[in-house]
């Protein structure tokens, strides 16, 4: 708590101060909220595209319960997404709790972090086959042309 005398330090301290027009930055918290709605919204549909790649090309090398995997993964991200947006529970009747919505942001994190990491381990597992692939062909200044 401040007394009059802080008060009055604070006051002094702030009319010697110089504000240059430059460096001020009007930009309203709303419009700070919707960068950032919009910065997260790109990423998530990034990360979606990302997902339905893999699933491509899983389904492409017939693995089909991975690929199943990765849907369910992206579908209920979608619904727990979808249910903090609107912060209504499952059913759609009754507004969540704040305990409620913690679990969701964590089940959700959990979920995203679990379609990152198969994301992840796809597309490097393709790269490492690639290498393997690359190691095995012969090259043209290799000792078999002899």
Known sequence: ??????KRNEQERIARCIVKRSNVIYTSREELERRAQEEKHKQLQEEREEAEEVVRKLKEEQ????AMVVQRLIAEREMLERQLETGMDPSGRYRMSGVTQERVEAILSEKSKQLQDLIAAHTMGGDKENQDLDETLPTDGGEDNV
């Open 63 to 66: 693995n089909n319960k991975t």
């Open 1 to 6: 708590m401040k007394d009059a005398i802080d």
